[in-house]
């Protein structure tokens, strides 16, 4: 039977630091990578702002390649995610409303404004056009 699973969560000592990720000691003989995007939650510019050589961190291990001896890290998927702001549901009313008119004037959404202001556009232009040949 191997000695660890994908899926396991273990504790780990950081042993070395990359660019692209830390390495983390398992035991004495395993260690594997925890990838900069599975650091923590969110983005991460620079690895040294969130880890050190020597912290002990809680891992879970993504993924083992047996052949290649060669063991993928999450720190992330050991911490709950931050709480997401919810943004304002609409009113399913508002919803087919907004679709209706859309429907109507044919036009996507989001394009409705350029659509109103381009008339305006328009004869600003030519009023310029007409200012600089007189």
């Given amino acids: 039977m191997a000695k660890f699973e994908t899926g396991q969560v273990l504790e780990g000592k950081v042993t070395g630091i990359q660019p692209y990720g830390a390495?983390?000691?398992?035991?004495e003989e395993v260690q594997g990578l925890v990838h900069i995007s599975e650091v923590t939650h969110g983005f991460v510019k620079d690895i040294n702002e969130h880890l050190n050589v020597g912290d002990t961190v809680n891992v879970?291990?993504?993924?083992?390649?047996?052949?290649k001896g060669k063991y993928s890290l999450s720190i992330r998927a050991t911490q709950e995610a931050p709480k997401q702001e919810k943004q304002p549901q609409r009113k399913p009313q508002q919803q087919k409303q907004q679709a209706a008119v859309q429907q109507e004037e044919g036009t996507p959404a989001g394009f409705n404004t350029l659509k109103d202001k381009l008339?305006?556009?328009?004869?600003?232009?030519?009023?310029?056009?007409?200012?600089?040949?007189?």
């Fill in 60 to 67: 879970k291990i993504l993924n083992i390649d047996e052949g």
């Fill in 23 to 27: 390495f983390v000691a398992l035991d």
């Fill in 119 to 134: 008339d305006e556009w328009i004869n600003q232009s030519k009023e310029r056009e007409n200012t600089f040949r007189k």
